[in-house]
Nanobody, 112 residues
């Protein structure tokens, strides 16, 4: 059974930082792309950032220069470092392995 488990969400003030982590099944992690999506009530889930199995990254325009995605194949974990957070970044953040397996999501709230 493939597992995808996010952690690291929480409440942060505008301008602050958070790092999300996503641990996935060791057996298939290194062979697959990983990505972070986010969703707010009433809106479609949207891509935030992705990283291929070779380490190539891609970002949504609204996070470029603020968020960084990285992966550690030895730990079967992908990270999303989020800096300069804005209230508009408030959402449930989801991690996906190969755009097929999804985690339960972690809430990020940016508010003063």
């Amino acid at each position: 059974q493939v597992q995808v488990v996010e952690s690291g969400g929480g409440l942060v003030q505008p301008g602050g930082s958070l790092r999300l982590s996503c641990a996935a099944s060791e057996s298939i992690f290194s062979r697959n792309a990983m990505a972070w999506f986010r969703q707010t009530p009433g809106k479609q889930r949207e891509l935030v950032a992705s990283v291929t199995r070779d380490g190539n990254t891609n970002y949504a325009n609204f996070v470029k220069g603020r968020f960084t995605i990285s992966r550690d194949n030895a730990k079967s974990t992908v990270y999303l470092q989020m800096n300069s957070l804005e209230p508009e970044d408030t959402a449930v953040y989801y991690c996906t392995l190969a755009y097929h397996y999804w985690g339960q999501g972690t809430q990020v709230t940016v508010s003063s």
